[in-house]
């Protein structure tokens, strides 16, 4: 397997320039507790040796009923190993225990939940647009994939359209 090591970067190496406030975005909540989860994945990808991938599947047990907390995680944490596989850059994320993760999102971040969100909401250009930022250029496919079968478990997606 390639190493994937060097795919992601916490934000305390990051210039702060490229965040945002999470309350003044038009995330819900169920994108929000996502975006928590996925920040789990993100870190257990920076540095495996912590083994956070388990908190991830622990915290997404905790926010949503059994059995869609270990499914959903599993659609992240999928959709995150495709954007290491797609990225020439290293993603930028917030740790999950970051003082600063709460109020803050980092361009990236916000570009991964636009996915989602619009994944959610039938709008399938801005997906596609915002999947391509995600993963720097054509290989967004597999990662809009991945976040569409997060919309199929909650129901707001009837058919799948990127698979």
């Known amino acids: 397997m390639a190493d994937l090591s060097h795919s992601f970067q916490t934000v305390s190496d ?4 490229n965040t945002s406030i999470i309350e003044n975005l038009s995330f819900d909540i169920f994108e929000i507790s996502v975006l928590r989860i ?11 040796a912590k083994q956070t991938w388990k908190l991830a599947f622990q915290e997404a047990e905790k926010i949503f009923p ?9 659609a992240i944490s999928v959709a995150i190993d495709m954007v290491c596989v797609s990225r020439a850059r290293n993603f930028c ?27 959610r909401r039938g709008k399938k250009s801005a997906a596609r647009s915002y999947a391509m930022m995600v993963s720097e250029g054509p290989q967004f496919v597999d990662f809009l994939a991945a ?17």
């Open 14 to 17: 990051h210039n702060l320039k």
């Open 38 to 48: 996925m920040r789990y994945f993100c870190e257990a990808v920076d540095q495996p």
């Open 66 to 74: 059994v059995p869609y907390g270990a499914t959903i995680a599993h």
């Open 93 to 119: 994320y917030f740790q999950w225990n970051s003082l600063q993760a709460k109020d803050l999102i980092t361009d990236e971040e916000r570009y991964f939940l636009m996915t989602l969100h619009n994944i």
């Open 147 to 163: 976040l569409e079968r997060i919309g199929i478990i909650t129901g707001d997606v009837e058919s799948p359209d990127f698979n």
